[in-house]
């Protein structure tokens, strides 16, 4: 594995350690690479709102955690600043939902991501965009020069 790979496990292995609200969710972590996510999950029934399809906050907590790994994984600590979704396609609980992060820009202090939500027959379910700040700290002691 590269180092920057390796990194990339690191950052969002200590991440997913410390986030009890991705844990609920049962994400499951299928691509950790420098700027780029998979995460999978399945939709249960106390994720379902009134009109008995999944709460849009499931897909949107699916899809942010997908940008905090992503964006996270070059190995600088990086926030949230703005973000929006579009819900496509109802969800029904035993639904497996795929979120897949992709890096549209990348400076030394902004990033910009498109995360597109898919279920279990590859049907777009929600699209997702979001910046994040990126602070310049980096997330362990040994990347200091």
């Known amino acids: 594995m590269s180092d920057t790979i390796d990194l990339a496990h690191r950052v969002v292995d200590r ?55 992503a964006s996270n994984s070059h190995g600088i ?27 549209k820009n990348l400076s030394r202090s902004i990033g910009i991501y498109y995360i597109t939500v898919t279920n279990q027959r590859n049907e777009q379910v929600a699209l997702f965009k979001g910046t994040v700040y990126r602070t310049g700290k980096p997330w362990f002691d040994d990347q200091l020069p």
């Not at 399945?42 to 009109?51: A, C, D, I, Q, W």
Request: net charge negative.
């Open 15 to 69: 991440m997913y350690d410390h986030d009890p609200f991705s844990q609920w969710l049962g994400i499951e972590r299928l691509v950790v690479e420098p700027g780029r996510c998979v995460l999978r999950m399945t939709v249960r029934t106390e994720m379902l709102n009134g009109f008995d399809i999944a709460h849009g906050g499931i897909t949107y907590s699916l899809a942010d955690s997908c940008l905090a790994f």
């Open 77 to 103: 600590r990086s926030v949230s600043v703005e973000t929006s979704i579009s819900h496509t396609k109802p969800v029904q609980a035993d639904d497996v939902l795929t979120a897949s992060s992709e890096e």
